[in-house]
């Protein structure tokens, strides 16, 4: 039931596999070309709008309802308007899925949404199927590529890349030893395999340990006794913040004087609140842009915190791109075949997106990660290093 | 190793209190109340509306008012526990097992998703945190909360042992583990007697809930959902229906945890600690104190 786990993605893959092989799946066949040539144009998400996750959902589903309000107001797309179809994924394989055949029925054109990478694995065969593009803006394990689906594109730096950044911080901040730790989700283990990798390729940093724990639980006295064995000097932990803030917590009281990284999905104001403001203090943490890292983004925000009443937050920004990106490739595709939209993602060159210019390297990933290192300062995340 | 065999017996402890009300629901009416982990999550919240609403504790008067929350939460949750036999389990009493056992999967969904609904999914961080100075003792870092922590699980055990060993109550518990019908015949009263396992059960998972809020510091709606499986196993191990084979299962199951993730990596810590439960079950699948023909509970 904690619905990251593989095993569950395993059961929602095949679960999927089952019905789009089943023959029968009359909603998994008809997609991408059903919504016909007039009226609006529909984009599709599947994000978490419940579970603990639904705080980031909202910020996704904002930054996506401003882009397609400026793009409307605009003109639209070929003359027609963009409409947002949001699914509630719920962070949740079997329930993604559900909302990704949803989506599909209701005659969505291209997927604008994709957080937990977990649960968006199981959409890729729903969406492909369906001959629809996804351009997916914050989910980035590699996994989701490793399929070489010519649907899936992601806009969101991957594992690979994430792992580079704290590879690259590591060695800078002169740290000799690090212990890597995942909670054996499809997201986290993907980063904590490739850092790994490149601390072996590289040879400077040791590996003093390497691994897991199980997500959900209180206690984790035993991982924090296997550091404490390793002693290094800096733990890298690629799980969510639920667990992140629990084992900073319980490493500070167990008298761990090392320094800690943790990985995007911890990045979220509780996970201060959960290892205690004291023990939080200090810890880095691998990011992508948020809206207060990017120079130049202060009208954006300004705008965004008119419009919704609150400031944006993670993934506000690739989600605006997102949809900016599906306007684009639509636009120049000429229209809404899966096929030909997928041709213009591929071709696009230099379009301007708060990461950069855009350009999808040949396995449909950003040239450039962007990532950069935060620090936890006064209980808040700020901007550390940005690595270029 | 001391820290290893502190950490088990630690988090041991909090499996034993779960794995009693296991323990005793299944000795007296056979059924397996899957929504036991998820009185334990209750227990949590309760205690967490509790202290929210007293507003700022004082550091020194943590301890004082953590036990008063203990103690109301566990009338709280021992209320739950009787209310939810009452409407899902007893009308099914005498019907097949299998119907049962899917209520009581009901019930912990039931509660799982009410809980996410009134206090919303995400976690909560609990207004109280148990802290203090932590010392050595032949290599182990112990810290005073766990002790604080460990005794009152230690005391509400004994507590338990002696309600059950030395009370007529406890006495009818016994009886009806043994012949539910020959004890009604005798003149006990089983709906009342059943209420009451429920009640101590659940007041016991309530209490640990609190525990773990107060010591760890953080909860949210499925935190029943791991130690619930978890506390189910240690029932199993110490031979479920007995409340001394609960308590030891659940420090065994600790202190197996402790060892695996020591000897073999985190990774296969559950690998480790399940394996040994299936060889352990196939060579003695009465687990550690059952046995077949003896009193329960």
């Known amino acids: ?388 | 190793m001391t820290q290893l065999i502190w950490n088990g017996l630690f988090v041991g402890s909090f499996y034993a209190l779960i794995a009693l009300g296991y323990s005793m629901v299944y000795g007296i009416i056979k059924l397996l109340n899957f929504a036991h982990g998820d009185i334990y999550m209750l227990g949590a919240f309760v205690g967490f509306a509790m202290l929210s609403s007293v507003g700022v504790i004082p550091a020194s008067m943590s301890i004082t008012a953590l036990l008063i929350v203990l103690l109301l939460c566990m009338l709280v949750t021992g209320g739950i526990g009787v209310g939810i036999e009452y409407l899902a389990y007893r009308p099914l009493r005498n019907s097949p097992r299998l119907a049962v056992l899917i209520t009581a999967v009901g019930a912990s969904f039931t509660l799982e998703y009410g809980v996410s609904a009134v206090a919303g999914p995400n976690p909560k961080v609990f207004p109280v945190r148990l802290e203090g100075d932590s010392f050595t003792v032949l290599g182990a870092r112990i810290s005073v909360p766990q002790i604080v922590l460990m005794v009152i699980a230690v005391l509400l055990m004994v507590g338990l042992n002696s309600y059950i060993q030395r009370t007529s109550m406890g006495r009818a518990m016994r009886a009806i583990a043994l012949d539910t019908k020959g004890s009604l015949l005798m003149g006990i009263n089983v709906n009342k007697v059943i209420t009451w396992t429920f009640f101590i059960g659940s007041a016991l998972a309530g209490a640990a809930g609190v525990m773990a809020g107060a010591y760890y510091g953080k909860i949210d709606f499925l935190m029943g959902f791991i130690i619930g499986l978890k506390a189910f196993t240690a029932a199993v191990i110490g031979g479920i229906g007995n409340i001394k084979g609960a308590m030891l299962g659940g420090l065994l199951l600790g202190l197996l945890e402790a060892f695996g993730s020591q000897w073999l990596g985190g990774q296969w810590r559950d690998v480790f600690t399940f394996g040994v439960l299936i060889a352990f079950l196939t060579l003695k699948p009465t687990g550690l104190l059952g046995e077949r023909v003896t009193e329960r509970v």
């Not at chain 1, 199981?122 to 351009?135: C, Y």
């Not at chain 1, 899936?152 to 690090?178: H, P, R, Y």
């Not at chain 1, 690629?238 to 995007?264: C, F, H, P, R, W």
């Not at chain 1, 809206?291 to 944006?312: H, L, N, Q, V």
């Open chain 1, 1 to 388: 039931m904690k619905l990251r786990l593989p095993r569950a993605v395993a059961v929602g893959a095949v679960a999927v596999a089952m019905l789009a092989t089943s023959g029968c799946s009359g909603i998994l066949s008809g997609g991408g070309g059903k919504s016909a040539d007039s009226g609006p144009i529909k984009l599709a998400a599947v994000i978490p709008m419940s579970g603990s996750s639904a705080p980031t959902g909202v910020y996704m589903k904002n930054g996506m309802q401003m882009a397609v309000d400026e793009i409307n107001a605009k003109g639209g797309v070929l003359g027609r308007q963009l409409s947002l179809d949001l699914e509630d994924g719920a962070c949740d394989p079997t329930q993604a899925a559900a909302a990704a055949n949803k989506a599909v029925s209701n005659g969505a054109v291209v997927s604008v949404g994709g957080y937990c990478s977990g649960a968006t694995l199981p959409t890729l065969p729903i969406f492909a199927k369906a001959n629809i593009p996804m351009i997916i803006p914050a989910a980035n394990s590699q996994d989701l590529v490793n399929q070489k689906l010519p649907n899936v594109f992601m806009i969101n730096g991957t594992g690979t890349q994430q792992a580079a950044a704290a590879v690259k911080f590591m060695a800078k901040d002169g740290v000799k030893s690090v212990a890597l730790m995942d909670d054996n989700t499809s997201y986290s283990k993907d980063i904590a395999t490739e850092t790994k990798k490149d601390l072996q390729a590289d040879g400077t940093v040791k590996v003093a340990l390497a691994t897991s724990v199980t997500a959900g639980e209180s206690d984790y006295s035993s991982a924090v006794h296997d550091i404490m064995g390793a002693n290094p000097d800096m733990l890298y932990w690629t799980g969510y913040y639920q667990e992140g803030g629990l084992i900073i917590n319980q490493l500070k009281s167990a008298g761990y004087k090392g320094k800690i990284m943790v990985a995007d999905g911890s990045v979220d104001p509780s996970l201060v609140k959960i290892a205690g403001a004291a023990n939080a203090e200090g810890v880095f943490a691998t990011m992508t842009q948020t809206p207060d890292t990017i120079k130049g983004a202060e009208t954006w925000i300004s705008d965004y915190t008119k419009k919704f009443g609150t400031a944006p937050g993670p993934y506000s920004t690739q989600s605006y791109d997102a949809v900016r990106v599906a306007a684009e490739a639509i636009t120049q595709a000429k229209g809404t075949d899966g096929a030909a939209v997928n041709k213009s993602l591929e071709a696009i060159n230099g379009f301007k997106i708060f990461s950069g210019p855009l350009k999808f390297t040949p396995e449909h990933t950003l040239s450039s990660g962007g990532f950069q290192i935060l620090v936890i300062q006064g209980g808040k995340f700020v901007l550390k290093d940005a690595l270029s």
